[in-house]
T-cell receptor
């Protein structure tokens, strides 16, 4: 199957700082990428859908000014958590769509102190 | 609103046993259904994709079936191995323009040696 990478795999930061997470489709071009958040022992919660070259579509309840998404190319999307706070600590997973199938990255564990 | 339910929430079996994981969805107007595997602290690995027009898909020891009219899918794992231990997630893609995958909460499988 297609490969999606994420960087970093984990990050620890101080409250108030911003953190950027990169998501790349390594062997295919993805016009659509997705960002999910997963709490312990819970399923994935879709945060936003991003299309290359256009603004992301955020799910209800997700602050777009807090979670900035940029999909600048067909192989790269970034999620920036601005002014992170401890409640933003979570596991963030990106996904890229190739035809009818969705492939997921390995996830990024964010811990905000 | 599409809802996806997975039963059981957890399952523990001895090595070598054949097993079935269940997934049900409330709206039969789906585009496709995907089964994923998630290991602790990791992203999702796509196992099988079934299009709405298909009845089943097979990959190695895995077989997934789809009965769209009744809103059900099953994942059959033959001759289970300890390495199959993981959480298995079912997700449906809705028809009608939305590209979202709606996830179930997963079944946590433990295969005991």
């Amino acid at each position: 199957g297609a490969v999606v990478s994420q960087h970093p795999s984990w990050v620890i930061c101080k409250s108030g700082t911003s953190v950027k997470i990169e998501c790349r489709s390594l062997d295919f071009q993805a016009t659509t990428m997705f960002w999910y958040r997963q709490f312990p022992k819970q399923s994935l919660m879709l945060m936003a859908t991003s299309n290359e070259g256009s603004k992301a579509t955020y799910e209800q309840g997700v602050e777009k000014d807090k979670f900035l998404i940029n999909h600048a190319s067909l192989t790269l999307s970034t999620l920036t958590v601005t002014s992170a706070h401890p409640e933003d600590s979570s596991f963030y997973i990106c996904s890229a769509r190739s035809f009818d199938e969705q492939f997921f990255g390995p996830g990024t564990r964010l811990t905000v102190l | 609103k599409q809802e996806v339910t997975q039963i059981p929430a957890a399952l523990s079996v001895p090595e070598g046993e054949n097993l079935v994981l269940n997934c049900s969805f409330t709206d039969s107007a789906i585009y496709n259904l995907q089964w994923f595997r998630q290991d602790p602290g990791k992203g999702l690995t796509s196992l099988l994709l079934i299009q709405s027009s298909q009845r089943e898909q097979t990959s190695g020891r895995l077989n997934a079936s789809l009965d769209k009219s009744s809103g059900r899918s099953t994942l059959y794992i033959a001759a289970s191995q300890p390495g199959d231990s993981a959480t298995y997630l079912c997700a449906v893609r809705i028809w009608g323009g939305s590209e979202k995958l709606v996830f179930g909460k997963g079944t946590k499988l433990t295969v005991n040696p």
